[in-house]
């Protein structure tokens, strides 16, 4: 079993930046794909950016390509979103996930989630 605890979200004005932070728990993260998803009220829940065990394979939703990096620390069991040139558009509640590879991140095949944190960006 896999806890794990998203933080970092908070009020950011357009422009700005955040960086999301992802703690695992009871396990550890070194064989999972990891990912992030969000949702925006009234809206489902998408992918975001996903990142392979290894940390090397990476991938993002068309929307956040040039902007949002994610990056895993298999030594700390963690994973990071960084988020650059947030627009009105990014505000939502964000998610982070484990999955077995990061073709079940990209297509929701998800097996842990985290609790969510709260991302809202001001114009």
């Known amino acids: 079993q896999v806890q794990l605890a998203e933080s970092g979200g908070g009020l950011v004005q357009a422009g700005g930046s955040l960086r999301l932070s992802c703690a695992a728990s009871g396990r550890t993260l070194r064989t999972y794909a990891m990912g992030w998803f969000r949702q925006a009220p009234g809206k489902e829940r998408e992918f975001v950016a996903g990142v392979s065990w290894s940390g090397i394979g990476k991938d993002y939703v068309e929307s956040v390509k040039g902007r949002f990096t994610i990056s895993k620390n298999n030594a700390a069991n963690t994973v990071y979103l960084q988020m650059n040139s947030l627009k009105p558009e990014d505000t939502a509640v964000y998610y982070c996930?484990?999955?077995?590879?990061?073709?079940?991140?990209?297509?929701?095949?998800?097996?842990?989630w985290g609790q969510g944190t709260q991302v809202t960006v001001s114009s």
């Open positions: 996930a484990a999955a077995t590879n990061i073709g079940s991140v990209r297509t929701g095949k998800i097996d842990y």
